[in-house]
Every structure is written in structure tokens, then in C-alpha cells.
């Protein structure tokens, strides 16, 4: 299962240095652009973003119009022992780099068990499958942070098309998205997602 998921994200990183970064950065346009129409997100009062490594989906679009109109935002934060926290931020001017030289949060309000009624999670990955299985980067470190959320939080996947797959190879512990958007459409994973999470 190790080597097949490994096989898979090398295939994956290829394919997308296949692609121009203006396609990439047209696409990310549009994929934030369905986000800001999607209901999850417009009911949700709470976001939890992340900032893109290398060549995922970009997120700036959906974080700035989160803080205009007064939504509470997180981003992850790597802890100790590799541990993700969702930590506030208020502004982008809050976000710098990490130890691993991803974008931060510089504070340190964590997310409640309140914060996440009625909250979207936005994740990154390297592909995705249509029953909603996430092939990320191997560190683990999404997995274990989902997997302590709350029931009714909504897991939403950011993905370029070619990033769908029709059948990814799961394990017990990998948290599973309940909707995918491309730039393309939005891709509703049913009852094969992660326990329920709410529609407005």
C-alpha cells in the first residue's frame, strides 16, 4: 500500500509540472471563485484555509474575502512533534513562514470545539478519487488533524482536474473529503465521505 501510494504521488508531482504555471494560476482562479459560490462556504462561519506548497491550488481569493466580510479564519500551524493546530488569523499580514517554510499563523488561538459549528475546512492533496479519498504528501499531518474535529464539520477538497483519479487506495485512518471543487464543477462524494456533515 506504501509503495503504490509513493508510486502514485511521484505520478502525481509530474503531472503537474506538465502544466504552465498560468494555467495553474488560471485554474486556481477559477476554482476560488466557485468556493466564494458554494453554500457550505457562504453559510459557514467559521474557514480553515491552508497555504499552498509548491503548485496546489492557491487560496489568497477565498482568505481575503473570509476576513472582509467577517467570517472567522484559521490556517494550520505545525506543532510540536508534527502536530497540526488551527490557529486564528485576523489579517494576511499574520501569515509567515514556518519551520518548513510554509505560511503560518503567528498567533496562537487555537480552534474551539464552538469555532467549528458550522465550519468548511478547505484541504490541499496531491489526488483525489470521486468517493472522496486524498492521496496528500505522505507526512500524515491532515489525517491526524481531521480526524480530531468535530461531526458536522465540512471537509472540501481544492483540486485541479487533473488531479482526479477514478480509484485511490485508502487506509483506515485516511479522512475522506465530502466534496471535491475543480475548476470544472463541484463533486458531491456522497455517502462515501467522512461522517456527516452539514448542508445548508
Known sequence: MREKKQRLRVRSLVRHESFSGSELCRWGWLIQQKVLEFSPYL???TVVLYSPIGREVATEFIRDQALRVGKKLFYPKLGDQKHLHWVHVSSAEELRPGGCGILEPMGD???TRED???SVVFVP???FDFQGNRLGRGW???DRALSLLEQGVSFVALAYEFQMVEKLPAEAWDRKMHHIITEKRIIDCGDGASPAGWVP
Open 109 to 111: 488561538r487555537i480552534l
Open 140 to 142: 500524515g499531518w491532515y
Open 125 to 127: 492533496g496531491l489526488a
Open 43 to 45: 453559510a459557514a462561519r
Open 116 to 118: 467549528q459549528q458550522r
